[in-house]
């Protein structure tokens, strides 16, 4: 079924009626780990990895073999502020890029053994300026949560949700202030490169933005309508339909956590099927993990957004899983234990 929701009230109740792992699977795929040929903990975070993926794939001896990557790109009202060193053209430029295989995620993607696909969710018509008025309608936020929804491949195992939009760094900080406080600075980084004034100029208007939308403070969805956008919504939606078909996630960067904190704070739990990729060198992502309880994969000092992170991370759960389904016990090798 491609459509089980028609507004954000349902959307909201799919919220609190999500699917958790296979516990079953779970103490197999650990039962298996403490008999593979290598000393207790000797893989470190790669065993914890393989078991967290087998309890959500109801498989204690899982493979990755249909990886599925996302791309969400949307347009943006506040860019009318000034907050972006790039116009808003750039998004549709980029999503021919995306289109045409061009792009860094194309490119971690087929390394990665991974399906790329490109929604372009109304480029022609961006959100709202966030600091007059909420970014989408409802009906607008449903069409978004809709699009990524319907896009995730049930046939998939892993998913990564990324993004293009410019201006969406913004919107992203003014979620995280809206979810966690602080200030607008704590939250606010350089985006596509932003200059020391400018950086200021966008601070205050996440700050302008969250005051003008006081009352979604602290409330998920509430504040992804306000202050998000379509393309951050859409990676929302993904996250939770394949939170119901059981399909692990790779976070990205700083603006699909931003979509993730929004679910969190809607449902304590809601993330529970998804690990970070990475964490980029954006401005406020290390602290939105840690508000999630996210460790990430990688430290790079990625800060390109389009799932790139994410995807990169793909070969790391390729290879956790690898070594737990197919190495040999103890007793398969022949191989006296300690």
Known sequence: ??????????????????????????????????????????????????????????????????????????????????????????????????EAGGAAVNQLAKAAGARLDVHALSLDRPTEDFTKAPAMTHGDLVDALKAGWQAVDPKSDLLVVG????????????????????????????????ADAALAHKAEVVARAVETHAACRGAGIEALRCLG????????????????????????????????????????????????????????HRMLLEKLGKAPLLSLGMRLGEGSGAALAISILRGALACHSGMATFAEAGVAEG
């Open 229 to 284: 956008g379509r393309e951050i919504a859409a990676m929302a939606g993904a996250m939770v339909r394949a939170r119901r078909l059981r399909i692990p996630v790779i976070l990205d960067g700083f603006i699909c956590t931003a979509a993730a904190a929004a679910l969190q704070s809607a449902c304590a739990g809601a993330l529970d099927h998804a690990v970070a990729g990475h964490v980029s060198a954006e401005a406020g």
């Open 163 to 194: 993004e293009m939009g410019i201006g969406n760094t913004t919107a992203a900080s003014a979620i995280a202030l809206a979810l966690y406080g602080g200030t607008a600075e704590d939250w606010t980084g350089r985006g596509t490169g932003l």
């Open 1 to 98: 079924m491609t459509q089980e929701f028609a507004s954000v009230e349902e959307f909201c109740q799919i919220l609190q009626d999500l699917p958790g792992e296979d516990a079953a699977a779970r103490a197999a795929a650990s039962a298996r780990n403490e008999a593979l040929t290598k000393p207790p903990g000797a893989l470190g975070r790669l065993e914890d990895l393989a078991q967290w993926y087998a309890g959500w794939r109801g498989d204690p001896r899982p493979m990755i073999e249909a990886p599925q990557v996302i791309v969400f790109a949307g347009n943006h009202g506040v860019v009318a502020q000034g907050i972006s060193a790039f116009p808003a053209e750039v998004t549709a430029q980029m999503v021919a890029n995306f």
